[in-house]
Structures are given as structure tokens and as C-alpha cells.
């Protein structure tokens, strides 16, 4: 048996758990969309553009002249000039931008309603907007919400100039997920040239301890049954008990896959907190894209749960193991990574080239020890994912990637200075539409309750 195990990580890629999802991030951002994993789009596509955009390093600076080449896409098919239409933008978030964002979705069918042109911005240091040489945490200086929002205004600004739209012309703002957050903040400071906004999913409450995440992933597993929440906290449990008997280290190593030796582990605690870390988030990942539209993603919150709530596999902790691998092995992948310097040799890799870079896992794990931390942990009792990443994990984390700078202090005063500049969930905002979800794990950092009615809540249930 050991010797297979051996041979299938020799001829089988090993998974790296946090190229998957870490943070209560899939990799490529929240929204989980480009334009080959969305169902029926072709990437080619001749009526969305791409273009570039001499856009300023630091907005806040008058002394600093340096400029780099942000990316944007554009769809004119369904502009009406003759009356000019309003301008639809779409706001790049933690990822690449992608055409299909020009290409289908309630902006795109509002644009061909209300003949609208539309823009797509992608958001400096994700995709191929890149504004420094790397990403060392010097360079990172420069990636922030204000900069951002800045980079949208300068945007907006030089398009207006560009395409000589109307005074009259009005220009809405969309975005989902943390692009969400932008476009209700764009909405918020600069009110003179965003008439509107579109927020879906948005996160307004920065919180360095997000300890409502996984209590809200647990209350949507519940939607299924209650028996299938008492299975996965009965098996985290079970995985603490083996861990502390002869052979369970090997036996947990065995019926999960792991990529190492867990034995090894047993006195690192940074190690056991990335094992439930890991674990814990292949849950949280089915819960926060659950039933959605993308080519590929067939597991579900019922999938997972029928397993769990299943006596044939046997004890709950083989139930968890099988749900484990079954999402694992949907990726192409065959074992989980646990290791904690594996974890800090994928992050501190500063090239534009690298995976982390790439798919915007190193920028979005700067954003949260900076500016919004969302912090997923297992501060949120009864700790059916177990307690075993507190938010602490989360802070060395930051200081092991990023420097001693950039701890809990750091974190928290980070986080009530983003409060402080854009309202958290006391947002005085108007013209702006919010769009959650009572499974989202994230609406608890959102608006759900419509308070002020120029800004009115859909929420759904």
C-alpha cells in the first residue's frame, strides 16, 4: 500500500490545497468565471475589445510621475450613440479579467435593454496588470482599495475625454465579491462620475477575525440536514482523537491522501492548523459556489452531504475523507498538502511567472493582512471544522509571507481604517442596489437589510 501511495505522487501532480482555495477565495477570485470554464462561451469573440491604459502608479503622491499599463476590455455591440446611452462598468476584482463578463450575465442583458456601452477595468496587479517589476512586498505598497478606487475615477475620467460621451451620460457601476465592495465604494467617493452601482455579494465590514465564515458554511450544510453537520463535526473530532493515538497519524495520512508524512507533523502546530485549514475549506468551497453555472462543477452541497449522512463508507471520519478526495480528485489531483513551508514557498514567490502570482493568490493574501482582513478561522463556536485556525495562524501567516510589519496590530488597525473611510455596514451611500444570498459565508460582512431605501437589498433566501 505505501509503495502505490509512493508511485501515484511520483506519476500524479500533487494538489496544492491553497491553489484551490484558501482564504474563502477560490483561485481566480471569488467569482469563479472566465471565459473557458463558463458554460457555452467562446473565448473568441469579436465584439469585446481589448485595450490599454497609461494609468498612474500612486495616486497620492503629486511628486511621484510613474505610470504603467493597466488592461481593459470593450463591448460597443450594443451602444445606442443616438441618444446616448448610459456607459455599463464592470470592475476587475482579485483576478484576471475576463471577456465573459462583456459577453453574458443581468449587466449584458441590461446593456442591451438600455443601450448601453460596456467597459471592463482589471484591477491593478491581477491578469496582465502589472504596475511594478514584481511582486516583493516593497512593490506591493502600491495595491490597496484606495488605489484601486483611484484607478477607476483617473478610468472613467480619460473615457469620458476619449469617446466624448454626452454630459448628460450616466456610467453604473457593477462588480460581485470584492469587486462588489468596489463598486458601492466608487459610488461612495466619487459620486460626480458614478450615477450608480451595482453590488452583489459585497463585503463592506473589513474584520480582521471573520469568525462568522464557517459558521454560516456550517448553517448552509444544514439546509440539507441537520445529521449531515453533526457527521462532519463528529468527524473533525475523530481526526483530533486519532491524531493523539499510536498509528492514527498514519491512518489519517492514509484514507486522505496526504502528500507527506503526518507523524512528522504531530508537534507542529502551524502543520495540524493547515491540515483543518484545508480540510475545513474543500467544505467551503462547495458551499460558496454551490449550484452555480460553471462548466465542470457538479459536486454540491447535496453531494457532500449525502456522503456524509452515508453508513456505508463507514465511520464519520472515512465519510470526511471521501468527500476530501472526491473534491481533490475533481481538480486532477491525488493527495493534500498540509505542509505549513509549503504553504510559504508558494506565497513568497514574488515573479510575475509564478503560480501564486498568476492566479492572484499572493495579491488577494496581501489585501487581507492589509487593507480588509476576512480572516476565515475557527473562532466561531460550537467548532464543528474544529478550532484549530484561530485567527493568530492567520497573522503569522501574514508576518511569515510579508514581514514583521505586518501583524496583528497592523491587521486590526488596518481594518478599522478601512471602516473609517468607507462606513463598513453604516455605508451612507445612495443609487446603489445590494445583491446577497443567505448562503453566501460572507453576507454577515454585508448589507442584508435594506435601511436607507436610495439603496435598497435584495437578499435571497
Not at 503526518?262 to 467551503?284: H, R
Amino acid at each position: 500500500m505505501r509503495i502505490l501511495q509512493v508511485l501515484m505522487l511520483v506519476l500524479v501532480p500533487e494538489l496544492l490545497a491553497w491553489e484551490i482555495f484558501h482564504r474563502g477565495r477560490h483561485t481566480g477570485g471569488n467569482l469563479v468565471i472566465s471565459g473557458k470554464k463558463a458554460v457555452g462561451f467562446d473565448d473568441w469573440d469579436p465584439s469585446v475589445t481589448e485595450h490599454w491604459f497609461t494609468q498612474i502608479l500612486d495616486h497620492f503622491n503629486p511628486n511621484d510621475n510613474r505610470t504603467w499599463q493597466q488592461r481593459y476590455f470593450v463591448n460597443q455591440e450594443y451602444y445606442n450613440s443616438s441618444y446616448g446611452g448610459p456607459v455599463f462598468l464592470e470592475i476587475g476584482g482579485e483576478s484576471e479579467a475576463s471577456k465573459f463578463l462583456l459577453r453574458r450575465g443581468m449587466m449584458i442583458d441590461n446593456a442591451k435593454k438600455y443601450g448601453a456601452l460596456c467597459f471592463e477595468l482589471e484591477h491593478r496587479y491581477y491578469g496582465d496588470s502589472h504596475p511594478t517589476e514584481d511582486l516583493s512586498t516593497e512593490n506591493l505598497e502600491y495595491l490597496s482599495v484606495q488605489q484601486a478606487l483611484a484607478d477607476l475615477a483617473e478610468f472613467i475620467s480619460a473615457m469620458n475625454e476619449k469617446y466624448e460621451f454626452p454630459p448628460h451620460t450616466k456610467w453604473i457601476a457593477f462588480g460581485g465579491s470584492y469587486s462588489g465592495s468596489l463598486a458601492a465604494w466608487l459610488r461612495l467617493k466619487y459620486p460626480h462620475l458614478v450615477h450608480g452601482a451595482v453590488s452583489s455579494s459585497s463585503v463592506l465590514a473589513a474584520k480582521a477575525d471573520y469568525s462568522d465564515y464557517f459558521k454560516i458554511v456550517a448553517d448552509s450544510l444544514r439546509t440539507h440536514s441537520e445529521e449531515c453537520v453533526r457527521n462532519v463535526e463528529i468527524g473533525t473530532a475523530e481526526i483530533d482523537v486519532l491524531l493523539r493515538r499510536k498509528n492514527g497519524a498514519q491512518h489519517l495520512e492514509q484514507i486522505f491522501n496526504l502528500c507527506d508524512p503526518l507523524e512528522d507533523s504531530l508537534n507542529n502546530s502551524k502543520d495540524i492548523s493547515a491540515l483543518f485549514d484545508v480540510l475545513a475549506g474543500q467544505f467551503a468551497d462547495i458551499v460558496q459556489y454551490n449550484k452555480d453555472n460553471i462548466k465542470g462543477r457538479t459536486i454540491t452541497i447535496d453531494t457532500i452531504c449525502k456522503i456524509m449522512e452515508d453508513q456505508t463508507w463507514g465511520s464519520r471520519v472515512n465519510r470526511l475523507a471521501a468527500v476530501n478526495k472526491l473534491i481533490v480528485s475533481s481538480y486532477g489531483y491525488y493527495c493534500i498538502p498540509f505542509k505549513y513551508r509549503k504553504l510559504l514557498s508558494y506565497f513568497t514567490e514574488t515573479d510575475w511567472n509564478s503560480k501564486a502570482a498568476i492566479r492572484g493568490d499572493r495579491q488577494w493574501t496581501f489585501q487581507t493582512c492589509t487593507d480588509l482582513g476576512l480572516h476565515s478561522t475557527s473562532s466561531h463556536a460550537p467548532h464543528v471544522f474544529s478550532h484549530h485556525f484561530p485567527v493568530e495562524y492567520y497573522f503569522e501567516q501574514c508576518v511569515d509571507i510579508f514581514g514583521p510589519k505586518y501583524n496583528s496590530s497592523f491587521s486590526y488597525s488596518a481594518t478599522k481604517r478601512t471602516n473609517s473611510l468607507y462606513g463598513a455596514l453604516d455605508i451612507n451611500v445612495s443609487n446603489v442596489v445590494f445583491v446577497h444570498g443567505s448562503m453566501d459565508p460572507w453576507h454577515q460582512a454585508g448589507v442584508t437589510k435594506t435601511v436607507n431605501p436610495a439603496s435598497p437589498v435584495i437578499y435571497i433566501e
